[in-house]
Every structure is written in structure tokens, then in C-alpha cells.
């Protein structure tokens, strides 16, 4: 009789382990559907991002035609770094993003000061300052050769008009990359627009109210309120104006080729990349130039970084 007992009771100890055991696992069924769900992703990250990433690092040792391999190490990264036409293009990413920073930050924030002082249609104002922002580069691009064209260009057509000089744009390397800086600003400023206006929403009311009765201006409450709250928008339109600016290559490619024409003027980085790579097919020299060029951003966007939390 005890030993029937005692079989008893350690059957109904058993019960609830067995029961703990059946839920761990239906959950570990479930976790494991949840990560051959995520299995396709992984597979896509590991095969176009993580794979060429590699790849790209490996032959940048190697002479490559994309068939011939022939290891001669650092060699590729020496022809880059003393190769006058890519420091040309340096020269180039940097002047075009400098000043299409430079222009569109001021700016953005300026329209965006407006459209938040408007009390009706600031979604109409925020829509047809987005537009150019969601419009394709390739064809703004396309866009632009014949807006700067200077012959039938509606720009020197109007600069015609009230007697001030018009230029060649696109077809002179002295202001070709001024015409590139034209096309980045229009699509960019609407984007600068919408997160300078987010962010000028989010200033409390109550400072504005305080300014007001110690008697401070609009022109002061601008100034000394609104500006100072902005800092860090700045700072984030700052990091990603310079990242997006020094990996431009869409709108030049379409407006000059891969060689940056006229006279390799708007020659970027990234069309450098893509002439040596897939015209010339050095692929070893371009995989090269692209962490070459991963090391300016990686050093820029560090230095910015530490420049802004100074002014934060």
C-alpha cells in the first residue's frame, strides 16, 4: 500500500513538469517559425550587402579585370592615392556638397520659419515643398539639362529677360558644377523643410509667451529662442547632408557621364568608382578607391559628430 502511495504521488509530481516541458516546447516551435521568417532577409543581407562588402575588401590586393586575378597588395591603393584624377574628383564631391549645405540648411530653415508662422494650408505649403524630395534624381536630373540648357533653358531665358548674363551651365566645366548645386538644392530643400518645420513645432509655446511679456521681438524670439532649439536639427541635417553630399553619383552620371563631363568638372568619388570598375574594369583599383572614400565619410562624419555635440 505505500509503495502504491508513493507511486501515486510522484505521478502527480510529475504531472506539472511534464506540462512545463509540453509549453517550452510549443514556444520554442514558435520562436523557430519566427526565424524562418526572418531567414529570407538574413539570406538577402548576407548575400548583397555582407558578401560584397567582403568581396569588394579582398580584391582591392588584387589586379582584377573581373576573370585575370593577380595579387600585388597594397599597389592599388598607392595608384589611387597619388592619381591626380581622383583627388580631382575629391575636389569635386566636396565643392558640390559644401555648398549645397551650405545654401539648402539656411534656406530650408528660413521657409520652414515661415510655413509655421501660416495658420491655414501649412499642408498644402509641406506638400509642394516635398515634391522635388520624392521626385526620382535620375529624372530631375533629366529634368535639368533641359531647364540650364543654354540655348532653350528656361533659366537663361529669364536671366535674358532682365538684362543679367547667362551662362552655359552643363556645357562649361566653370559652371557646371554650380548647376549641379542648383539640382541638389531643389530636391533636397524640402526634406530640410519638413524636419526644420517638425522640430520648430516642437518648441513650447510657453517660451515664446515668457519672451513676450519681458518685451522681446519676433526678430529677437527668432534669435535667441527658436535658433538655439534648432541645434540639433542642424546637427542632424549637418551629418546627413555631408554623407549623402560625399556619396553623390545618380545626377552626375546622367548629366555627365562617368567621366564628370564637361572636362571631368562634376566628376564625383562614387562615378570615379563606377568608371574605373565598370568601363575600365579595374576592379581591384575601384574596390580600393570605395574604401578609400569610406574612410573620408567614416573620418567626416566622426569630425562633424565631435563639432556638434561642442555646439549642442
Request: with cysteine.
Amino acid at each position: 500500500m505505500n509503495k502504491a502511495k508513493q507511486k501515486a504521488q510522484a505521478g502527480t509530481m510529475q504531472l506539472p513538469n511534464k506540462k512545463v516541458d509540453t509549453i517550452r516546447k510549443e514556444k520554442r516551435k514558435v520562436e523557430f517559425s519566427w526565424y524562418v521568417f526572418l531567414l529570407p532577409s538574413l539570406i538577402g543581407i548576407l548575400l548583397f550587402m555582407v558578401y560584397p562588402i567582403v568581396e569588394s575588401f579582398r580584391l582591392s590586393f588584387f589586379q582584377s579585370n573581373g576573370t585575370i586575378e593577380n595579387f600585388i597588395g597594397l599597389k592599388n591603393f598607392q595608384l589611387v592615392l597619388t592619381s591626380s584624377t581622383f583627388w580631382n574628383t575629391v575636389w569635386n564631391t566636396f565643392f558640390i556638397a559644401f555648398f549645397q549645405i551650405a545654401i539648402t540648411i539656411p534656406l530650408g530653415f528660413i521657409f520652414a520659419s515661415m510655413i509655421n508662422s501660416v495658420r491655414r494650408g501649412q499642408n498644402f505649403f509641406k506638400v509642394i515643398y516635398f515634391l522635388p524630395n520624392v521626385t526620382s534624381i535620375v529624372a530631375a536630373a533629366m529634368i535639368f539639362q533641359f531647364v540650364l540648357h543654354p540655348e532653350m533653358g528656361v533659366v537663361n531665358y529669364a536671366l535674358d529677360s532682365i538684362g543679367l548674363p547667362t551662362f552655359k551651365w552643363f556645357s562649361s566645366p566653370s559652371t557646371s558644377k554650380w548647376g549641379v548645386i542648383l539640382l541638389a538644392v531643389w530636391h533636397w530643400l524640402g526634406f530640410v523643410i519638413i524636419i526644420c518645420l517638425a522640430n520648430l513645432q516642437a518648441i513650447s509655446s510657453e517660451m515664446y509667451e515668457a519672451a513676450r511679456i519681458d518685451g522681446a521681438s519676433k526678430i529677437q524670439q527668432w534669435l535667441f529662442i527658436t535658433i538655439p532649439n534648432m541645434s540639433g536639427t542642424f546637427a542632424f541635417l549637418l551629418i546627413t547632408g555631408w554623407i549623402g553630399g560625399l556619396q553623390r553619383f545618380n545626377e552626375v552620371y546622367v548629366l555627365g557621364g562617368p567621366n564628370g563631363s564637361p572636362a571631368r568638372s562634376i566628376q564625383t568619388m562614387g562615378a570615379f568608382i563606377y568608371e574605373r570598375g565598370f568601363t575600365g574594369f579595374e576592379f581591384g583599383i575601384a574596390s580600393a578607391a570605395t574604401y578609400i572614400m569610406f574612410i573620408i565619410i567614416l573620418l567626416f562624419t566622426f569630425i562633424n559628430l565631435k563639432v556638434s555635440k561642442m555646439n549642442l
